[in-house]
């Protein structure tokens, strides 16, 4: 049996959709599984025990006109495939129509209203409310396939050799780890930097033994640098400067993550690991840290969520500027704390 699976952005989702794989492959032992999966995300699952092989999409590659000749050759070796089954997860426009082109025995997708994606499934699974969480709604192409749903499965397996190099090269095993996500996509999901500072400022005079790595992207080193200055000692800025193997290695060995609504949080939820989420524009319920909902902090103010990307009210961005470290570290020392 033959299965494709397209989830190809943003990280997040993808972290949020792999439960469908390890089921799948658990119910289907003897399937190939293949992933059509955006060509820079591509090493997130590079080597996964899982998959026969990953399908790298050259989204901005293919933008111009000049590669399409690439994109048709893609086309034609997924049909060359002869997939059993083909499960859209992105349920936009462009998956559906790339999975409808795969030409497989029988296609399900996620029964969307956006861009008219179910047009092409030949099952569209609806979202059972507004507020069903992205995990469970991924997981529910599942049943109609026959595939039970439960958790007895690794969601990111271990990779030991990268674990091995980071303890090597920043010698914190014996330390208390802290990560801080400082940045989002959207620039109203970030709790501002300053906030940040004084959290560490907080939590490295209560725990003095505690070391903070800094995650994130080129863009992020900024706000990275506003962060370490508070305790230069205590910081490690990483951002730009992890692989996605790296960044998920790095949270597996954390005792606690601080972070913004963006995809390193769906790591640590993946793995189990205490966080603080840090929501404002956004519905935790519908993707928020699974299974950690309680650990998310947000204001309850009348304009959130507003599900926006740019903030349209007088005061911008106040969900998230009038969360208070204090508030912040509250939590943080309850989870860094073990109980009686």
Request: aromatic content about 8%; overall charge neutral; some cysteine.
């Amino acid at each position: 049996m033959k299965i494709l699976l397209l989830k190809p952005s943003s990280l997040g989702d993808v972290i949020q959709a792999l439960p469908v794989l390890r089921l799948l492959k658990l119910h289907f032992r003897d399937a190939e599984i293949f992933w059509w999966i955006d060509s820079a995300l591509a090493p997130l699952l590079e080597g996964d025990p899982d998959l026969a092989g990953i399908v790298r999409f050259e989204r901005k590659r293919w933008a111009k006109p000049w590669h399409w000749p690439e994109m048709f050759h893609s086309i034609l070796g997924l049909r060359a495939e002869h997939f059993d089954l083909v499960i859209d997860l992105q349920c936009l426009l462009r998956s559906a129509a790339f999975a409808w082109l795969a030409n497989g025995e029988k296609l399900i997708g996620l029964d969307e209203t956006r861009e008219g994606a179910r047009g092409f499934y030949d099952l569209a699974v609806p979202r059972k409310t507004f507020h069903t969480h992205a995990v469970d709604w991924y997981l529910s192409v599942l049943p109609p396939l026959g595939v039970p749903v439960h958790w007895n499965f690794q969601w990111l397996p271990e990779r030991p050799e990268i674990a091995a190099e980071l303890n090597s090269k920043f010698k914190i095993q014996n330390s208390k780890l802290i990560l801080l996500q400082p940045g989002a996509r959207w620039k109203n999901k970030r709790w501002p930097a300053q906030h940040f500072a004084e959290l560490v400022r907080a939590l490295a005079e209560k725990f003095p033994d505690t070391r903070f790595a800094i995650l994130g992207g080129k863009d992020d080193q900024p706000l990275g640098e506003i962060i370490s200055q508070v305790a230069p000692e205590h910081c490690l800025n990483l951002c730009g400067a992890t692989s996605l193997p790296e960044m998920i290695e790095w949270v597996r060995l954390c005792d606690l993550m601080v972070t913004n609504d963006t995809g390193p949080m769906h790591v640590a939820a993946a793995l189990g690991k205490p966080l603080v989420a840090l929501f404002g524009p956004t519905e935790p319920r519908r993707t928020g840290p699974y299974g950690q909902l309680e650990n998310v902090l947000r204001l309850d103010l009348p304009c959130s969520p507003c599900l926006k990307s740019v903030c349209t009210i007088g005061e911008t961005d106040k969900c998230l500027r009038a969360l208070s470290p204090a508030l912040v570290f509250d939590r943080a020392q309850k989870l860094l704390t073990p109980r009686a």
